[in-house]
Structure formats: C-alpha cells, structure tokens
C-alpha cells in the first residue's frame, strides 16, 4: 500500500466510525470498521444487514493460487499494464 493511501484512509477511519456507531446505535465489531472505513461513500450507503449491496474501495487485494489465475488470466487479457490497487498471489502448498 502505498504511504499517501495509507494515510488517507487511516486519516478518515475516526471520523467515519463514529458516524457508523451512530447510525448503528452501538459500538463497532473490527470486521464493521474495517467495512465502514473502506465504504465507497458511508452517507449514501445501504446499511442494512441481510439486504446491503456495499460498494467497496478496496486498498488491496489478496488472493490464493486457484482465484489468481484466472484474475491474472483476465487482467492479461484485458492488456492492463498496472493494477488499479496493490494485489498479492499467495500460494498454498
């Protein structure tokens, strides 16, 4: 991740959490801070469980050996020089 990205999405984490504690009427789980903090935009978001649709900007991404073939397949293909975010290929054995 690179340092200015970084710094914008842990600069924005204070305020965006204490928005979601109140919309949500109690404190956070960690999996609920990490999804607010990554919301595409937390005001116009659909927040209600079991029915959301969340858009998601992601500052990076994971993957494992059978699903980042085919995303490496299709980003070649696709004939992208550079990804939108850091990604990393983790291989099981």
Known sequence: MSLEL??????????V????????GRPLTLAEKIL???ADNFD???WERGKAM??????RVAMQDATAQMAVLQFMQA???KAAVPSTITATT
């Open 54 to 59: 969340l858009a998601l900007r992601p500052d």
């Open 44 to 46: 116009t978001q659909t």
């Open 17 to 24: 959490c204490v928005k979601a504690r109140a919309k949500f």
């Open 36 to 38: 607010v903090s990554h």
């Open 79 to 81: 004939n992208k020089n």
């Open 6 to 15: 970084a710094k914008r999405l842990y600069a924005k984490m204070p305020d």
